[in-house]
């Protein structure tokens, strides 16, 4: 059976495809990289937002209009709406987020067991989920009330993938050849909570430092609370990218307050200090909420100022989207779809300013890339693309193919919010 998954949304998203196509494989199927001529597709919705959860209808309708001759939806979507999911053409089954570690052995009617025994190799998924970067699954769901957030309905209460699992699966893609994990989670920063044994994210992390020998550590996202300065000790190991993403959400206090956020300005502000202190060159990245319910232009003000103050290097600015089930759903003072519209674009140039500010910070400076693609072969060389250390996108000429290798690269150039760089020769 071919197999052709897809993925909207998180990074938490394309470590769960990841780990369904590796467990087809070892049942024996094969996996492609488009829904043309597959038997079955699996498309990993979400609901984050309305937009995503029209982009995850959407990928199901093309699904369709392809040839796929069965449909599969999970996610956060397909589990918050399962009778309007299976009504879409095509759709033959609905797994829930509940269900999504059984959705293999559930489809196939065998246990487990019959094919899991055997772990094989990370393989990088076909088409455009190709990554060269592996995303593991460390921790789901999450104990937190933010009152815009529907993933936490979608996903329920915090649970942390055990050390030892997560481990074995920094190992599996070791042997697959990956040079880079991403530690994947809803709240990665709560690891460990549920498990009562006293450790925590910073344990889970030191761990696979000494026990694996990945090239390098990213982090998908952590909360800006819960972390102490040692948390930050150990970005001491040069495997650990300098790169972290803080979801601020907004900078307004009295916004942060109605969002149900465990944070205030001064206590982000705080720690993005302690984080730049341990980090040299840290590269921190965020998220921002535009338009929450009785936003004002005081607060929407207070807001744009903070973000300025904080410097990011780079963000995602998203309008405030109602999501029915949550407690802002709920409030009154909703603001008016062109306002929002205004003061995203108003968030998303300040946000681009500061990124372009540290992209060309780095010029002149050496950082290490991870060639993720190539677009050709001509009389320079290979032209590669990749990521740096500090999550910049770099591009530069190669005398080969360094698909999926590291090199030391010094930046020569930034324009057109294009950073080129230079392979340095040993």
Same mark, same amino acid.
């Given at each position: 059976m071919k197999i052709y998954f897809d993925s909207i949304g998180c990074r938490l998203n394309q470590a769960e495809i990841e780990s369904l196509a590796s467990q087809f494989r070892r049942a024996g199927h094969s996996v492609t990289g488009s829904a043309e001529g597959a038997d079955l597709v699996i498309i990993n919705t979400c609901a984050v937002t309305a937009a995503a959860a029209s982009d995850s209808r959407e990928k199901s309708r093309q699904a369709y209009h392809a040839g796929a001759k069965q449909i599969v939806l999970t996610g956060c979507w397909a589990t918050l709406e399962p009778a309007e999911a299976l009504n879409l053409?095509?759709?033959?089954?609905?797994?829930?987020?509940?269900?999504?570690s059984e959705l293999v052995s559930d489809l196939l009617e065998e246990a487990q067991s019959e094919y899991d025994a055997e772990p094989v190799a990370r393989e990088p998924l076909p088409g455009i989920h190709r990554r060269t970067r592996a995303f593991i699954k460390a921790q789901d769901g999450c104990d937190n009330f933010c009152t815009f957030c529907v993933t936490r309905i979608a996903r329920g209460q915090g649970v942390s993938v055990p050390m030892q699992q997560v481990i074995r699966d920094v190992e599996l893609v070791l042997q697959g050849g990956a040079k880079e994990i991403v530690l994947?989670?809803?709240? %990665?920063?709560?690891?460990?909570?549920?498990l009562k044994n006293g450790t925590h994210l910073r344990d889970l992390i030191q761990a696979i430092l000494d026990e694996t020998s990945i090239e390098r550590v990213r982090l998908s996202s952590v909360e800006p609370w819960d972390l102490e300065r040692s948390f930050f000790e150990l970005w001491q190991d040069s495997r650990m990218c300098p790169h972290i993403h803080f979801p601020l959400q907004s900078g307004s206090a009295a916004v942060l307050k109605r969002m149900g956020r465990n944070t205030t300005p001064d206590k982000y502000r705080a720690l993005v200090e302690l984080a730049r202190d341990a980090i040299p060159n840290l590269a921190l990245t965020t998220d921002i909420i535009v338009g929450f319910p009785m936003e004002n232009d005081e607060e929407f003000g207070e807001s744009l100022e903070f973000v300025r103050e904080m410097e990011f290097a780079g963000g995602?600015?998203?309008k405030y989207s109602a999501r029915e089930g949550t407690a802002a759903a709920r409030l009154s003072g909703r603001v008016h779809g062109k306002i929002a519209g205004c003061r995203s674009r108003s968030m998303r140039g300040i946000l681009q300013e500061s990124a372009e500010q540290y992209a060309r910070g780095t010029v002149g400076r050496q950082v290490d890339v991870l060639w993720e693609s190539t677009s050709g072969l001509d009389s320079r060389g290979w032209r590669m693309?990749? %990521?740096s250390d500090n999550y910049l996108k770099v591009s530069g000429f190669a005398p080969e193919n360094r698909w999926n290798c590291i090199d030391r690269v010094k930046v020569i150039s930034f324009e057109a919010g294009q950073l080129e760089g230079e392979i340095i020769q040993e």
């Amino acid at each position: 059976m071919k197999i052709y998954f897809d993925s909207i949304g998180c990074r938490l998203n394309q470590a769960e495809i990841e780990s369904l196509a590796s467990q087809f494989r070892r049942a024996g199927h094969s996996v492609t990289g488009s829904a043309e001529g597959a038997d079955l597709v699996i498309i990993n919705t979400c609901a984050v937002t309305a937009a995503a959860a029209s982009d995850s209808r959407e990928k199901s309708r093309q699904a369709y209009h392809a040839g796929a001759k069965q449909i599969v939806l999970t996610g956060c979507w397909a589990t918050l709406e399962p009778a309007e999911a299976l009504n879409l053409p095509g759709v033959m089954r609905v797994v829930t987020n509940a269900r999504k570690s059984e959705l293999v052995s559930d489809l196939l009617e065998e246990a487990q067991s019959e094919y899991d025994a055997e772990p094989v190799a990370r393989e990088p998924l076909p088409g455009i989920h190709r990554r060269t970067r592996a995303f593991i699954k460390a921790q789901d769901g999450c104990d937190n009330f933010c009152t815009f957030c529907v993933t936490r309905i979608a996903r329920g209460q915090g649970v942390s993938v055990p050390m030892q699992q997560v481990i074995r699966d920094v190992e599996l893609v070791l042997q697959g050849g990956a040079k880079e994990i991403v530690l994947s989670g809803v709240h %990665l920063g709560s690891w460990g909570n549920d498990l009562k044994n006293g450790t925590h994210l910073r344990d889970l992390i030191q761990a696979i430092l000494d026990e694996t020998s990945i090239e390098r550590v990213r982090l998908s996202s952590v909360e800006p609370w819960d972390l102490e300065r040692s948390f930050f000790e150990l970005w001491q190991d040069s495997r650990m990218c300098p790169h972290i993403h803080f979801p601020l959400q907004s900078g307004s206090a009295a916004v942060l307050k109605r969002m149900g956020r465990n944070t205030t300005p001064d206590k982000y502000r705080a720690l993005v200090e302690l984080a730049r202190d341990a980090i040299p060159n840290l590269a921190l990245t965020t998220d921002i909420i535009v338009g929450f319910p009785m936003e004002n232009d005081e607060e929407f003000g207070e807001s744009l100022e903070f973000v300025r103050e904080m410097e990011f290097a780079g963000g995602h600015v998203f309008k405030y989207s109602a999501r029915e089930g949550t407690a802002a759903a709920r409030l009154s003072g909703r603001v008016h779809g062109k306002i929002a519209g205004c003061r995203s674009r108003s968030m998303r140039g300040i946000l681009q300013e500061s990124a372009e500010q540290y992209a060309r910070g780095t010029v002149g400076r050496q950082v290490d890339v991870l060639w993720e693609s190539t677009s050709g072969l001509d009389s320079r060389g290979w032209r590669m693309h990749g %990521l740096s250390d500090n999550y910049l996108k770099v591009s530069g000429f190669a005398p080969e193919n360094r698909w999926n290798c590291i090199d030391r690269v010094k930046v020569i150039s930034f324009e057109a919010g294009q950073l080129e760089g230079e392979i340095i020769q040993e």
